[in-house]
């Protein structure tokens, strides 16, 4: 008589564990791409890739799909390791920045076009195909040719074609880059619905902070083939432990050294630095620093006021350092004189963050 198989096994066998990437590495010729990578994405959480062109983002993702051989490191997806698996062999799904759809199919036969290599009986791939049609709003299109539709179906389409495989884990490489702006918020949070609702561990590769920051549980800023900082949005925005991070996500002030009696001095290689929402305009010798309003720029429900700073001390300044503040319609005009009073600065020497920076709430998961 055969023994009842153990509860725990089972449980752990089928327990999702998200991804787990150590020690990726890729080269091109002498250029080291990707370096020793490390990454945990939980399950059911959606993760972002971010940075400049260049970074190795792209690289990475296309590594994890199995689209690029990795020269070293380990893949696991729900704890098994799937480096060395073709990307038909891995539970794994991509979405394409130019969504890849075959012109000449209708909607439906380019969703059901992966099912179909697999060899999936008719009436399962017909019942897959249109249920994942109804969840992404596309049923009423599946017949037509994806010319027909608009960007954003299209995109939606090519989602479908995703998620249709059912996948462990979803990629998205630059998913939206092709949208204009407006259609581009409202996809993304489409997306981020749909992820939400299915659950479905997701990496988004993206060079888009806007994107990045409102639709990720947490966002690897990546510089040079490797990972600056890995943390909730807000915490990148508010606590960045590098001057690449806080250049990178969102907008910055820097200063060539501390400010100090009305003043900015040098010292020792410091930079300090500032949001533009956080300078604010003042009363000439009322804040931390002087100086001249460049001009004002209109911005919608708020102005940005481009200010020259006095010259400060040996190492002038006057027409050189800038710096911007964003506000609710400040009473300043070109030529004027200002005050600017600096709140929250930070401060980085070589890069690094060598002030405490302010506690973040980072909302638990």
Known sequence: ?????????????????????????????????VADFDLDVRPGELVSLLGPSGCGKTTTLRMVAGFLAADAGRIEIDGSDVVR??????PSAMVFQNYALWPHMSVFKNVAYPLKLRRLPKAEIERRVLGVLELVDLAHH??????TISGGEQQRAALA????????????????SNLDSKLRVKVREDIRELQQRLG????????????????????????DGRIEQFSAPDELYDAPRTSFVANFVGQLN??????????????????????PEHTTCVAPGSGDLDGIVR???????FQEVVIDLDSSGDEPTGGSTTVRSMAVRPDVSPGQRVGLRLERPMSFRD????DSPAPTHTPGR
Do not use: W, Y
């Not at 698996?85 to 891995?90: A, K, T, W």
């Not at 820097?254 to 949001?275: E, F, Q, Y």
């Not at 890069?351 to 060598?354: E, L, P």
């Open 1 to 33: 008589m055969s023994r009842a198989p153990d509860p725990r096994v089972v449980t752990e066998a089928i327990t999702p564990k998200g991804l787990r990437i150590r020690g990726l590495r890729k080269v091109f010729g002498e250029k080291v791409v």
């Open 200 to 223: 479905i561990t997701t990496v988004l590769v993206t060079h888009d902070q806007d994107e990045a920051l409102s639709m990720s549980d947490r966002v690897a800023v990546m510089n």
């Open 254 to 275: 820097t200063l060539p050294g501390v400010v100090t009696g009305g003043r900015v001095a040098p010292r020792d290689g410091i930079l300090t630095c500032v949001r």
């Open 295 to 301: 001009r004002v720029v209109p911005r919608g429900a």
């Open 351 to 354: 890069g690094a963050r060598v």
């Open 142 to 147: 599946r017949d037509s040719r994806p010319a």
């Open 161 to 176: 074609r995703a998620l249709v495989q059912e996948p462990h884990v979803l990629l998205l490489d630059e998913p939206l």
């Open 85 to 90: 698996l073709p990307p038909d062999r891995r």
